[in-house]
Nanobody, 121 residues
Framework: QVQVVESGGGLVQAGGDLRLSCATS????MGWFRQAPGKEREFVAA????????YVADSAKGRFTISRVNDKNIVYLQMNSLKPEDTAVYYC??????????????????WGQGTQVTVSS
């Protein structure tokens, strides 16, 4: 059973920073998604199995950074200059079917339980 566990969410004022962590029971290509109330789950950032390739959604580009520590099977999402519209439940996902990064929900096989991020104005 693959385990995916997020942590690091919380309440922050607009302009503030948060770092989310995602621990897995193995090494995978990984992605971060988020889902706001009444909206579909959307892609935020992804990183390849090696960590050599990353991709960030336009909505987060220049503010969010994805990285990983391979020997600890941890992936981070550093979120800077947060905006109220970043408020959502953030999910970490692992992709067992390939080593390259992916941007679609259906391309990921294992999901964490989610962590709430709330940005106040």
């Amino acid at each position: 059973q693959v385990q995916v566990v997020e942590s690091g969410g919380g309440l922050v004022q607009a302009g503030g920073d948060l770092r989310l962590s995602c621990a897995t029971s193995g090494r995978y290509a990984m992605g971060w998604f988020r889902q706001a109330p009444g909206k579909e789950r959307e892609f935020v950032a992804a990183i390849s199995w090696s960590g050599g390739t990353t991709y960030v959604a336009d909505s987060a580009k220049g503010r969010f950074t994805i990285s990983r520590v391979n020997d600890k099977n941890i992936v981070y999402l550093q979120m800077n200059s947060l905006k109220p519209e970043d408020t959502a439940v953030y999910y970490c996902a692992a992709r067992s079917s390939g080593r390259v990064y992916a941007t679609e929900v259906h391309q990921y096989d294992y999901w964490g339980q989610g962590t709430q991020v709330t940005v106040s104005s």
